[in-house]
């Protein structure tokens, strides 16, 4: 990176500024979702927006809305979380916008009258195409799909904005939860280059503090993520760009992000639960490493299905949040407006 300093237009809806890319660095830090090292992350300038007056969005009154072609139906969905592409010399925006989960059930097959499986599904809204992730028992059968707005109807969002006071601390957090303040917060990851970032905005559903410190954490999600190593704006993502994923935090310039991996039915069946409340009486008793490795060899043996291993472990496998990655990232935690 050239060591002169050069001014950088920051764009969202929350307003416009200027830092210089120092600045910018230190305030939205350099994570990177490929897990290599960056850099470490400040709090920001004191006369920066973090701690200025803001306004952030108010989830439980922000929707998702469309109206599929040819369904005779008008949706309206709570959006989940918000994300955006930036690029950081220029401004320029790709906004991606979430809608909470929703299900099929079973439902029959009007062709064959047998038992159609059901699913569960996400749905993310930009301003140009509609991307569906749909998650069955088995990854095998998953099926997502990418529509352009033409082709799947009308699809926009309305974006609820309220005032809301910035949580710089831990303690400022604790007081919050203890007030029964509704939270939420901007988690921002930055490209290693500084070309791009990628904020995600969403709803704190879960917060704990520790009672004899001034210590704080925050689990929550679901979320998702675009990686600015790989992602470009003005381009859209193919679904695979999306990295599904939860948020574990214990400070505001790093995050634990719990990503979503395929994963085996036969994982973890020789694991054993600690002696916790009982837990380690579970229904089904953990098996020992050898039946484990004799039940893998039945079930993915080639000889016995006539198919690759990897075909089998794929049809017997289905998506969990399975993998940690901790990621240096700048987090902003606000208490809305009463």
């Not at 925050?218 to 859209?236: A, D, I, K, S, W």
């Not at 490795?293 to 299905?305: D, F, I, N, P």
């Amino acid at each position: 990176m050239s060591n002169s300093i050069r001014k950088i237009r920051v764009i969202d809806r929350d307003g416009v500024t200027f830092w210089t890319r120092r600045q910018f660095v230190a305030a939205s830090g350099a994570a990177v979702l490929t897990g290599s090292a960056s850099r470490s992350i400040a709090a920001g300038p004191a006369d920066s927006p973090a701690h200025r007056a803001v306004e952030a969005i108010h989830f439980p009154r922000s929707f998702l809305y469309c109206s599929p072609n040819d369904s005779g139906i008008w949706v309206r969905v709570q959006v989940e979380c918000r994300g955006c592409l930036t690029d950081t010399a220029t401004g320029r925006m790709d906004e991606f916008v979430m809608g909470v989960v929703a299900k099929t059930g079973l439902s029959i097959d009007a062709r064959s009258g047998k038992p159609a499986p059901g699913y569960d599904y996400w749905i993310i809204f930009s301003p140009t195409h509609v991307f569906t992730k749909r998650s069955h028992s088995s990854a095998y059968i998953n099926n997502p799909t990418v529509l352009e707005h033409k082709d799947f109807g009308e699809a926009k969002w309305r974006l609820r904005r309220v005032p809301a006071e910035p949580l710089r601390t831990a303690a400022e957090i604790r007081n919050a939860l203890k007030n029964w303040r509704e939270l939420s917060a901007k988690t921002t990851f930055l490209s290693a280059d500084g070309e791009r970032q990628f904020r995600i905005e969403y709803p704190v559903k879960w917060a704990d503090y520790t009672l004899n410190s001034d210590g704080f954490r925050v689990e929550t999600g679901p979320v998702f993520l675009l990686n600015p190593e790989e992602r470009r704006v003005g381009e859209v993502p193919n679904f695979e760009d999306f990295q599904w994923a939860h948020l574990d935090y214990h400070a505001f310039d790093n995050v634990r992000c719990l990503l979503e991996q395929p994963t085996s039915f036969l994982a973890d069946l020789a694991f054993t639960p600690p002696e916790e409340h009982g837990r380690q009486f579970r229904t089904n008793q953990a098996l020992t490493e050898s039946q484990l490795a004799k039940l893998r060899g039945a079930v993915l043996s080639e000889e016995q299905t006539g198919l690759p291993q990897e075909i089998v472990q794929s049809i017997l496998s289905t998506d969990h949040y399975s993998q940690a990655r901790g990621m240096a990232a700048a987090t902003e935690v606000y208490a809305l407006a009463e």
